[in-house]
């Protein structure tokens, strides 16, 4: 009784200025309403994979080179970015890069842009943003270059939620944080699963965080997939956490 599949990787090659191959035939299921950790080391190749999910290989002189991506049954391999978001799938890439000399609500506001929405609809979104990220809402009107690294992150994952997301494609939300504020970012990234029904697909180098919270996993290695299964069950064998998962 799995939920259907809403995101399929099937058989990706993906690889850089023309030569250099990053993912070698990566085949991934992302199912309806679960949260999917992409595991692996630095380099392994998971963010080449959110990126040919969102088409933003191109931007980096990098591009798909064999292989389908699915969303909700359809092929869109060859979906601009734009549409990607349009349809719902929604990349939040950049770590927590923001537009440093904008306050937050407008790095906030920035995120519904391309998804057509009205005044009236941006604005409830923004308050279903400042409900998840309440230091978001006594920031909203500070400069995105003057808050903390998690008040970034947030604003950064915010921003995506204001684009109205069926799937989100996060990478590396962790990333550089102190531990109570990644627990803050994962509880609320957990939440949103768990009351919006939201997919999550996100890559992670700290595993043992992504595996608490993930319903399924992925490991990545060399642009391979090299195990696939349950969190629960990753997170309980010991011979793979010594092997991929730093033996945390
Ligand atoms: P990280 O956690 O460091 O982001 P990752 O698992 O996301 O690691 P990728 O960034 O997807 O890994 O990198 C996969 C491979 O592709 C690596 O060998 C990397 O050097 C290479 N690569 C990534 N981006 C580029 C690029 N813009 N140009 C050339 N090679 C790249």
Do not use: W
């Amino acid at each position: 009784n799995l939920p259907e599949p809403v995101l399929e990787f099937d058989h990706v090659y993906a690889a850089y200025n023309g030569a250099i191959a990053a993912l070698h035939g990566v085949s991934l299921t992302v199912r309806k309403g679960e949260i999917t950790a992409l595991l692996g080391a630095n380099g392994a190749g998971k963010t080449t994979l959110l990126k040919a999910a969102s088409n933003l290989l191109p931007a980096e002189r990098g591009q798909i080179t064999g292989g389908r991506i699915r969303y909700k049954g359809r092929d869109v391999t060859a979906d601009t970015p734009h549409a990607h978001i349009r349809n719902g799938l929604v990349p939040v890439l950049e770590g927590r890069r923001c537009f440093k000399s904008l306050s937050i609500e407008e790095n906030l506001t920035t995120g519904a842009i391309g998804r057509g929405l009205d005044r009236a609809q941006i604005a409830q979104v923004l308050e279903q943003v400042y409900d998840l990220f309440p230091k978001l809402k006594l920031r909203r009107n500070s400069l995105a270059g003057l808050t903390s690294g998690g008040e970034q992150q947030m604003a950064a994952i915010g921003r995506g939620l204001m684009a109205r997301p069926e799937v989100f494609l996060l990478d590396e939300p962790s990333m550089g944080l102190a531990p109570l504020v990644v627990a803050e970012i994962f509880e609320t990234l957990s939440r949103l699963n768990r009351e919006t029904g939201l997919t999550i697909l996100l890559a992670e180098q700290n595993s043992a965080i992504a595996l608490k919270y993930a319903h399924h996993a992925t490991v990545i290695e060399n642009g391979r997939s090299v195990l696939n299964g349950p969190a629960s069950d990753l997170a309980a064998r010991a011979d793979i956490r010594a092997l991929y998962l730093g033996g945390t």
